[in-house]
């Protein structure tokens, strides 16, 4: 259902204003839209219900910030692991996992600032960075959801091999428009850092122990 709606949107905003100015005004595109159907006052109205959708999105990756840390501490795979697993008898919560997220949060709160502020990022931000690599990894996800049916552990041949397929070229066109954007060898680079990192500590300080 969700993805019939974005269709329909996309369908509808294409053609009303055309994709040439969709791409030159970025995200600036919806409040125009909005203006030539609404209004000045309609198009408040629909920014409003855009701001309340990005709450609820906002809120979903708040409480799962919060808990990432505590997860990957049970595993021992991230520094501090035993302190950021620790459960806080007080509040039954993991306060320090909490108060690392906060950490993250702020510092990459920073970094959008300053990246939008002096415009760093033409026409986009910090938050497409993991969508060069992301889109990538899903698809040994989905690889892996097939090995399941091949394996007759998924029954259904809709969920073990259509759903797979179709999942996969989704994620291959949309890191296909990643490649469009000039910044995406600076994207790849960061995220291989990342990764770099997480494998390094990994292997020397987690297998180790």
Same mark, same amino acid.
């Given at each position: ?23 030159? #005004? +970025?995200?600036?595109? %919806?409040? *125009? =839209? ?8 309609? /198009? &408040? ?17 708040? #409480? +799962?910030?919060?808990? %990432?840390? *505590? =997860? ?8 501090? /692991? &035993? ?127």
């Amino acid at each position: 259902m969700i993805l019939v709606l974005y269709v329909i949107y996309f369908i509808g905003i294409s053609n009303l204003i055309g994709p040439t100015a969709i791409m030159e #005004m +970025g995200d600036a595109h %919806l409040d *125009y =839209a909005a203006t030539m159907i609404f209004g000045a006052g309609g /198009a &408040k109205i629909a920014m409003l219900f855009v701001f309340i959708s990005v709450l609820g999105t906002l809120n979903g990756l708040i #409480m +799962g910030m919060i808990r %990432l840390p *505590y =997860a990957l501490g049970l595993d021992n795979m991230i520094p501090k /692991a &035993k302190s950021l697993a620790k459960i806080s008898p007080r509040f039954n919560f993991p306060v320090n996992s909490a108060l690392f997220a906060l950490i993250i949060v702020a510092f990459w709160l920073i970094v959008h600032y300053f990246t939008q502020k002096f415009s760093l990022f033409p026409n986009s931000d910090i938050s497409e960075i993991a969508i060069v690599a992301s889109y990538l990894l899903y698809l040994g996800l989905y690889y892996k959801v097939f090995d399941l049916w091949r394996k007759k552990q998924i029954k259904s041949v809709f969920r073990g091999l259509i759903c797979p397929i179709l999942a996969s070229i989704g994620s291959l066109i949309i890191f296909s428009g990643g490649l469009q954007n000039p910044l995406f060898g600076l994207y790849l680079l960061i995220c291989l850092i990342a990764f770099g990192s997480g494998y390094l500590y990994h292997r020397f300080f987690v297998l180790k122990k």
